[in-house]
């Protein structure tokens, strides 16, 4: 009979520890700053960190209650407060990054630049994109924001130094790089899981010469995120999952997390040979689909009540998505007037719209990031003495 207290005393432990993780991460930055100590960010990849370049570009717009959490009002991110990224950053004690394409608001890029644009692919875009600033081209943007950068820095003196990196944080600094997920989401559209799964090594060369063009430019460090579990967004089990044959014990679309899963071995196997190549170099990759999926998975453990649901949304249980009207539109659909609205609490929500995490998920993820266990190498043994204990 004394199983029962066991359980809820070891999952109150468990609960706790976390939430001395979340202080420790929200009022001791410093302490990370230390370790992931670069003086400037480059970050390029999709929606999961833009900050603002692909509404700044005037491709999409994006309306309340995008940003309520947080900024109180759309910020540019695909989220209704921040990002995995601006989580990072708070941990680095570095500002949040301003996009590339953003030209108002008096930008500051000292400490960085966010290439970021919501839809991008690692492959060229083609007509259908969603974004045409495929990784090649953000990589080419931040060629000409380098080039840009110095030549105003080496003609006009200390006029700019307040706003651009100087020639050695090109160096010193740390490359992001969170890109992978709308190749493989995209695809299953006109192919099949083999389809789809044989073309993971072109996509992935792709990735690899993007990656050499950084490192000729002077980049050192990259940190790589692999892609989360596509299979448990809402927009894709809506899609893809309406023979329940098809989803997994979780409700997940399987054939998506399957190709996700071999995208992220091909991924892992790629930084690997990287580093050896360029021993010069520091290549971090980070485990994103083992972060997602025990969330996912354990999301009650964590204090959330919907693992799969979108928080803002039309339809209602299980999913409360429809394709046709997104997050904060309204529109007629047989006959009817419908607005997506947001939910009344989206901490309890792990997905925003469907097609993203909520910024209490987005928060989650980031402390689970900055335990490095979930980091090949991992930086665990660098952390807090509570951040190395097992769960």
């Keep these: 009979m004394a199983r029962p207290f066991v359980f809820n005393s070891m999952a109150l432990i468990v609960n706790n520890l976390f939430i001395v993780l979340f202080i420790f991460i929200s009022f001791f930055p410093s302490y990370f700053s230390t370790i992931l100590k670069y003086p400037a960010i480059i970050n390029l990849g999709d929606s999961n960190s833009d900050t603002g370049n692909l509404i700044s570009a005037g491709i999409e717009s994006v309306n309340p209650p995008y940003g309520q959490t947080y900024f109180n009002l759309p910020s540019g991110r695909y989220c209704d407060g921040r990002l995995i990224i601006d989580f990072l950053l ?23 630049c966010n290439f970021a644009a919501a839809g991008s692919t690692i492959l060229p875009a083609n007509p259908t994109s969603v974004s045409p600033f495929s990784f090649d081209l953000q990589i080419s943007q931040f060629i000409r924001f380098k080039s840009r950068a110095l030549e105003l820095l080496s003609k006009t003196g200390r006029k700019y130094e307040r706003y651009l990196p ?25 192919k099949s899981l083999d389809q789809v799964i044989a073309s993971i090594p072109s996509i992935l060369e792709t990735f690899e010469v993007g990656l050499k063009r950084l490192y000729e430019e002077g980049g050192r460090n990259f940190w790589i995120h692999n892609t989360g579990p596509l299979g448990c967004l809402a ?4 899609k893809f999952g309406t023979d329940s044959t098809k989803l997994d014990e979780f409700g997940c679309v399987s054939s998506h997390n399957q190709a996700a899963k ?4 091909q991924l892992h196997a790629l930084s690997n040979k990287f580093q050896a190549q360029f021993p010069d170099s520091n290549v971090t990759y980070v485990d994103i689909f083992s972060i997602k999926s025990n969330l996912i998975a354990n999301y009650s453990r964590f204090g959330f009540e919907n693992p799969l649901m979108a928080c803002c949304g039309v339809g209602g249980a299980p999913l409360n998505y429809d394709s046709r009207i997104t997050c904060g539109q309204t529109k007629v659909l047989d006959g009817i007037s419908l607005t997506a609205k947001a939910c009344n609490d989206s901490s309890e929500y792990i997905n925003w719209d469907g097609i993203h995490y909520t910024e209490a998920a987005n928060h989650f993820v980031s402390s689970q990031i900055l335990t490095g266990k979930y980091s090949d190498p991992p930086f665990s043994d660098q952390m807090p003495f509570f951040l190395s204990l097992k769960f």
């Design 90 to 112: 708070d941990a680095m004690d570095m500002p949040f990054l301003n996009p590339y394409l953003d030209s108002l608001g008096l930008p500051n890029f000292k400490k960085g």
């Design 166 to 190: 100087p020639v050695d944080y090109y160096a010193k600094g740390l490359y992001m790089i969170d890109i992978g997920q709308n190749d493989l989401a995209g695809a299953f559209y006109s």
């Design 235 to 238: 927009q894709n089990i809506a």
């Design 262 to 265: 071999l995208f992220n071995l």
